[in-house]
Antibody, heavy 124, light 110 residues
């Protein structure tokens, strides 16, 4: 059973770059038709999709965040990562990593496996 | 890319049904049959309960069902139970390999 775990600094200063890593366990990050996502949720608010990466390294981003976001993958470590530059208080949120739905060896749009989330606070 | 619109809250008595709407645009909900729904209990990660508008993942009770008409998707919870009290989010494929989430709905069991 694939499991995801986010890690990274819980506090980032304004204007700096937020960096998070998602470690995949229970399976290979590069096996099959897998897409890996980052999603965030400010306290008391809704979910916002940030971006995703395919095992080949192809990326797709939320147009509203595209200029500040980079998602990368390290298949040797079974990890994928998020970098968000020039952060402000508005980037304070719980950040989740998640896998696109993969059922019966078939890809579907949406997310089936989620990490537990990690809180990032942007403050000086 | 604007968030899909959901009612802020819905409520129902145990055993009754509630329906949550998710209204998007002709470029997302209306264009693709790729709407998924997520249940989120406080302090927990979301859990998917519906994908491809109406497909139910293994292990999700058949009390959960989904549908779509035009630019609006819906999630219906029948036979409401106390454990169904949670926040629910819709999500749609929005083209160009991107996603958009709904604003979220709090379901209360009276």
């Amino acid at each position: 059973q694939v499991q995801l775990q986010e890690s990274g600094p819980g506090l980032v200063k304004p204007s700096q770059t937020l960096s998070l890593t998602c470690t995949v366990s229970g399976g290979s990050i590069s096996r099959g038709y897998y897409y890996w996502n980052w999603i965030r949720q400010p306290a008391g608010k809704g979910l916002e999709w940030i971006g995703r990466i395919y095992t080949s390294g192809t990326t797709n981003y939320n147009p509203s965040l595209k200029s500040r976001v980079t998602v990368s993958i390290d298949t040797s470590k079974n990890q994928f990562s998020l970098r968000l530059s020039s952060v402000t208080a508005a980037d304070t949120a719980v950040y989740y990593c998640a896998r696109d739905i993969f059922v019966d060896y078939t890809h579907y749009y949406g997310m089936d496996v989620w990490g537990q989330g990690t809180t990032v606070i942007v403050s000086s | 890319q604007s968030a899909l619109t959901q009612p802020r809250s819905v409520s129902g008595s145990p055993g009754r049904s509630v329906t949550i709407s998710c209204t998007g645009r002709s470029s997302d909900v209306g264009a693709y049959n790729y709407v998924s729904w997520y249940q989120q209990h406080p302090g927990r990660a979301p859990k998917f309960v519906i994908f491809d508008v109406s497909k139910r993942p293994s292990g999700v009770p058949d009390r959960f069902s989904g549908s779509k008409s035009g630019n609006t998707a819906s999630l219906t919870i029948s036979g409401l139970q106390g454990e169904d009290e949670a926040d629910y989010y819709c999500c749609s494929y929005a083209g160009s390999q991107t996603y958009v989430f709904g604003t979220g709905t709090k379901v209360s069991v009276l």
